[in-house]
């Protein structure tokens, strides 16, 4: 009898520490609320029933620390987010608090998600999981509708191919090893990206993308957060 593939452990780091300028106002774009429940309420639950995952660590603002706690955590019984751990200066210092966070014995795979996706299904969490067994990281992509265009200050300096080109989502997950080779490189030479992928990447890594998904907008405007609500009811999570 063929022996049983171990199934690999995961933990989830999510990042909660941005400001949310770009909706004015006071508060976060992740404690704005969606359906009656703040929008990082969602996402935690989302990871709480995801049977993949073994442990979130959360990585937010001093600030609001309290408020985490006690009006998130306790509130919707999140069982999982084992830490709180303060954000850096940039998100990816943020996500390095994140990691070092985790459980001594390192996990086999790690999911880093944005806060305020709280739509992605347990479908695509386990399609990226999934696919780090045989490469070193995986991130969901969506595919580009409009014409891109590369640009100088004023004119056109290219027009790029775009079915050679994907939208990249979270989460995305990585082995925890690669990540950490990846992270230690960068910060030994002072550079910074948008997301752990490129980090990999720099450094030769394989990552690969699978299909994201249209409902996984990440909410960073009020026209965001009224579609969410839309996909919200049509999802059923708007209860």
Same mark, same amino acid.
């Given at each position: 009898m063929p022996k049983e593939k171990q199934k @690999?452990?995961?933990?989830?780091?999510?990042? +909660? +520490?941005?400001?949310?300028? =770009?909706?004015g106002g &006071?508060?976060?774009?992740?404690?704005?609320?969606?359906?009656? =429940?703040?929008?990082?309420a969602h996402t935690l639950q989302r990871f709480e029933q995801a049977e993949a995952i073994t442990e979130v660590v959360l990585v937010a603002s001093q600030a *609001?620390?309290?408020?985490?706690e006690r009006e998130i955590i306790a509130r919707f019984q999140i069982?999982?987010? =084992?830490?709180i751990v303060m954000g850096g200066e940039h998100r990816?210092?943020?996500? *390095? $608090?994140?990691?070092?966070? @985790?459980?001594?014995?390192?996990?086999s795979i790690v999911v880093v998600h944005d806060a305020v996706r709280p739509l992605f299904t347990h479908a695509l969490l386990e399609r990226v999981i $999934? +696919?780090?067994e045989t490469a070193d990281g995986c991130i969901p992509g969506l595919p580009l509708r409009d014409t891109v265009k590369k640009i100088s200050e004023h004119n056109i300096k290219k027009t790029m191919?775009?079915?050679?080109?994907?939208? +990249?989502?979270?989460?995305?997950?990585f082995r925890a090893k690669a990540l950490k080779r990846a992270f230690k490189r960068a910060q030994d030479e002072h550079f910074y990206a948008t997301d752990e992928a490129?980090?990999?990447?720099?450094?030769?890594?394989?990552?690969?993308?699978? &299909?994201?998904?249209? =409902?996984? @907008?990440?909410?960073?405007t009020p026209s965001d957060l009224q579609i969410a609500e839309l996909f919200s009811q049509e999802l059923g999570t708007c209860v």
């Open positions: @690999l452990q995961t933990s989830a780091i999510i990042v +909660a +520490a941005g400001q949310g300028t =770009r909706f &006071e508060l976060p774009k992740q404690f704005l609320m969606l359906c009656q =429940r703040p929008i990082l *609001w620390v309290s408020y985490i069982k999982k987010c =084992r830490k990816q210092d943020s996500v *390095w $608090a994140g990691f070092q966070a @985790l459980q001594p014995a390192s996990s $999934a +696919a780090c191919d775009r079915a050679r080109l994907r939208l +990249a989502q979270t989460p995305q997950a490129a980090l990999i990447e720099r450094v030769g890594g394989q990552v690969v993308w699978v &299909e994201g998904e249209e =409902r996984n @907008l990440k909410i960073t």
